[in-house]
């Protein structure tokens, strides 16, 4: 099992979009996928057509204790991979937790339990460096962080580093980031293409060759409950998706044949 969190704290940077269909293009490929939703906004629970408004279990309970990592498992029909859902009482699970002992450790722990079960645990994390997102550092193995190609992309990703390395230090030795994906790309921009290429620069290893475009079809697909391939599969948004989860399985075949 391989743990990805997703997560930038700019908000609206394309984590949800990008959790919810590379889980779903994951799928696509024979992968057995599970998706945490850490956000207390429930966007990637309603993306993957489950109403987070009549949740009788959620991560929320999941991490105060109140239900079982089985109990609150629920499966997306329309993205076919399995969730731990999210609604708005996740907000206080930060009040909650506090006092708690190993309380930045409490999803690790859950998904101890489904180690066997998947290939992938994928987890949109909110906008914002708090317990919540701190919580799915520490259960992932990397972070994808999803920028988009516009001013003050590079905002806010020195601090995303600085926390990763103290997390490497004390609580998650194993993290790394996995990659930086642009989102929301328009080739047509000049801008767009000047932030590009200054990524390129600072990172090129760590970035995807794979460029989300800016893809109307990718915006209207949660209203629908779906991922982009169960709603538009022929999009320019379905075919990146579906090229990014081919690049991520062959940088981590090639890293598995590396290792044996
Ligand atoms: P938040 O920080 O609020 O959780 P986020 O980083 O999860 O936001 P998304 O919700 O995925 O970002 O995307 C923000 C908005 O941009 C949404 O309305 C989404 O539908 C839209 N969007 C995301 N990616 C694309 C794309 N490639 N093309 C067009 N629209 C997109
Ligand atoms: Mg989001």
Redesign the pocket.
């Known amino acids: 099992m391989r743990v990805l969190a997703v997560a930038?704290q700019?908000?609206?940077?394309?984590?949800?979009?990008?959790t919810v269909n590379l889980a779903a293009s994951l799928v696509h490929f024979g992968k057995r996928v599970l998706l945490v939703d850490l956000?207390p906004?429930g966007?990637a629970t309603m993306g993957s057509g489950i109403d987070k408004a009549h949740l009788k279990h959620s991560v929320y309970t999941l991490l105060i204790d109140e239900s079982t990592v089985r109990q609150t498992l629920q499966s997306s029909e329309t993205g076919k991979y399995d969730l731990l859902p999210a609604c708005r009482d996740l907000g206080g699970a930060e009040v909650e937790l506090v006092g708690v002992e190993h309380r930045e450790s409490r999803l690790k722990t859950a998904l101890a339990e489904l180690a066997t079960e998947y290939d992938y645990v994928l987890i949109?994390c909110?906008?914002a460096l708090n317990l919540l997102t701190l919580n799915g550092l520490v259960a992932a193995d990397a972070v994808m962080i999803?920028m988009q190609c516009e001013y003050y992309a590079l905002e806010g990703l020195t601090d995303l580093v600085n926390t990763l390395k103290r997390i490497k230090q004390s609580l998650n030795r194993k993290i790394e980031i996995e990659g930086l994906l642009r989102?929301?790309f328009d080739p047509r921009s000049t801008l767009s293409q000047q932030v590009s290429d200054q990524l390129v620069k600072h990172f090129t290893s760590k970035l995807y060759h794979t460029v989300?475009?800016?893809?109307?079809r990718?915006?209207e697909a949660?209203s629908y409950g779906r991922p982009i391939l169960a709603y538009d599969k022929a999009s320019k948004?379905a075919q990146a998706y579906l090229q990014l989860a081919e690049e991520l399985l062959a940088r981590h075949n090639a890293q598995e044949v590396a290792i044996a």
């Open positions: 930038n700019k908000g609206g940077v394309g984590k949800t979009t990008t956000d906004q966007n949109d909110p906008p999803p989102t929301m989300i475009p800016r893809n109307i990718l915006a949660p948004g």
